[in-house]
């Protein structure tokens, strides 16, 4: 049975960090964080093939990092310079079969999705 369990989700100040972290019961093709703020449509946040190459979305370069632990099956976001904006719902997602570029793949595609772990961040 596939399981992706988020954490480390937790009210921060703007300009502060935070670290998510997905425990995934294997390791999948791709790989990906995505968030949902109230009103507006689930988004791509960051993404990672099989094979390490990771994509951003252009709010997030430069302040997040996406990582996984290939060992333990953890998937990780390192969020830096958090922004009120950052604040949503935060998912973790896998995708066992898709070979091409995992961030292109639109999010209802995915196959599998963690229960989400809120973010939210004050100015």
């Known amino acids: 049975q596939v399981q992706l369990v988020e954490s480390g989700g937790r009210p921060v100040q703007a300009g502060g960090y935070l670290r998510l972290s997905c425990a995934a019961s294997a390791s999948w093709s791709c790989m990906g964080w995505f968030r949902q703020a109230p009103g507006k449509e689930r988004e791509g946040v960051a993404t990672i093939h099989f094979d390490g190459t990771t994509d951003y979305a252009d709010s997030v370069k430069g302040r997040f990092t996406i990582s996984q632990d290939s060992i333990k099956y953890t998937l990780h976001l390192q969020m830096n310079s958090l922004k009120p904006a950052d604040t949503a719902l935060y998912y973790c997602?896998?995708?066992?079969?898709?070979?091409?570029?995992?961030?292109?793949?639109?999010?209802?595609?995915?196959?599998?999705w963690g229960q989400g772990t809120q973010v939210t961040v004050s100015s």
């Open positions: 997602a896998a995708d066992p079969a898709w070979s091409g570029d995992c961030y292109s793949r639109p999010w209802r595609a995915w196959h599998y």
